[in-house]
């Protein structure tokens, strides 16, 4: 029970990140430090959701197919929300959300190949190492969030955490889809298709 609540608390912590950064970008003005401290909060109570979760369900033996195809659809879904919204709020360009998005949804289809070929669907490390850098990169983001001046450290800050971000997305899907590769084409070769 703790690990489903776990996994799918990342979903209203995501949703309140959302709603707490419309509600300060309504208020205009740049950001206090106690707004980004709740912002804050927010991202590491739901990072720490997605550390935690698996580890509980491992070592209370609850782990479960379901829950492995849940996992990954929360941690989308919630490091979607919280990029969209500081896409929406200009905080970090709209490409990033979007190129992650796509990401997930190749990502997705290709582990779905996979496992009607009888292939392994476990996460592979360049999606641990796109989850920790997307993490680290709302951290960042939350940090920077509001300062907007050309030249300043907070907004060079943003457009490196970005690039980061891209980069590692990108690389990440490129790794799944080499993986899956033989088991697209295995797929490809069946009468139907």
Known sequence: MIPWVLTLARLPLAAAFAVVVALFIKAAGPLSWTQKAALLVLVAATECTDMLDGWVARRSGRQSEL??????????????????????????WLGVPLAMAGRDLVVAYVRVV?????????????GKAKAIVQGIGLLVLVVAAGVAIPGSAALLARRVTAAAVLTVTAWSLIDYLRAGWSAIMQMARRKGH
């Open 67 to 92: 829950g492995g195809l849940v996992d990954p659809l929360c941690d989308s879904l919630a490091r979607l929300t919280m990029y969209f919204a500081l896409a929406l709020a200009g905080w970090v």
């Open 114 to 126: 996979q496992g009607l070929t009888g292939g392994k669907t476990a996460a592979r490390a360049s």
